[in-house]
């Protein structure tokens, strides 16, 4: 066949194609399977897609559907919203509770003016590898927050823990003859889960119950000390440093493990 012949074919299929991909009830059939599959069926806007390969190629695919409705689109989307629910982020129920762990280090703003990006940069690092595998023992790393993390713990009991190691090996840690002190606080709640993070009401007293604590300290809502072994853990009550968006009837307890209480 000529080209000139071709070209007329080429055009009658890229319309067809065009055809099929608005076509109306074709995009309604996939959409009625997106909301039957397993994982979040709304899957592809900024908040449900995280910085991983699966989430960047869904923010490639959402932008199409400001131009036009899209069954190619739906589609990919739809492998992309199982792919997550499998081999991603698990999927959660709603009103499944979650602990939510905050770290960061105290006064270490003020201390990175004195010393420079270099030897700040040089605290992270080391930080960073004393810190993350404490964590991933028990947990899972969320996001990193500059010289603190997001992390999400199945117990009460296994975030304490880890917070209360990792504040013990940063207090280990000498940086050009400057000690860091990590401060940590944890929230037991239902937030929730989109793209692999956290948001929410219980997220926001998690930090919250963080800004309580002082260098070297780690704190837990009064939600969370109900899941503590008295026998293991000590807690202090912090009325007076209750923080700005926590509700009345949560306060601060700093903690502590009992001498010779058993170890989790």
């Known amino acids: 066949m000529l080209a000139h012949q071709r070209e007329p074919v080429r055009r009658r299929v890229l319309e067809a194609a065009h055809r099929l991909d608005s076509d109306p009830r074709l995009l309604a059939a996939v959409e009625w399977a997106r909301s039957r599959l397993p994982g979040d069926a709304t899957y592809g806007d900024p908040l449900s897609t995280g910085d991983d390969a699966v989430g960047r190629l869904a923010a490639q695919l959402a932008p199409l559907a400001a131009t036009r409705p899209s069954v190619l689109r739906e589609v990919g989307l739809t492998a992309l919203q199982v792919w997550q629910a499998h081999a991603g982020v698990e999927e959660r129920h709603s009103d499944e509770q979650v602990v939510v762990l905050f770290t960061d280090l105290a006064g270490f703003s003020d201390w990175t003016l004195e010393v420079g990006d270099d030897v700040a940069v040089t605290a992270l690092r080391r930080v960073g590898a004393a810190v993350e595998p404490l964590v991933r023992r028990r947990g899972r790393v969320v996001k990193r927050l500059g010289d603190g993390l997001m992390a ?51 997220v926001n007293i998690a930090a919250r119950i963080t800004d309580a604590a002082g260098p070297g300290e780690v704190c837990v809502s009064s939600t969370s000390r109900a899941f503590l072994d008295a026998e293991r853990f000590a807690a202090f009550p912090l009325r007076g440093r209750r923080g700005k968006g926590v509700p009345p009837d949560i306060t601060p307890w700093r903690v502590g493990r009992r001498p010779g209480g058993p170890r989790g």
């Open 152 to 202: 999400v713990h199945p117990s009460v009991e296994d975030a304490v823990e880890v917070a209360l190691a990792a504040r013990d090996a940063v207090g280990e840690i000498d940086v050009d003859g400057h000690r860091l002190a990590l401060r940590a606080g944890v929230h037991v709640g239902t937030p929730q889960q989109l793209g692999g993070d956290y948001y929410g009401r219980d």
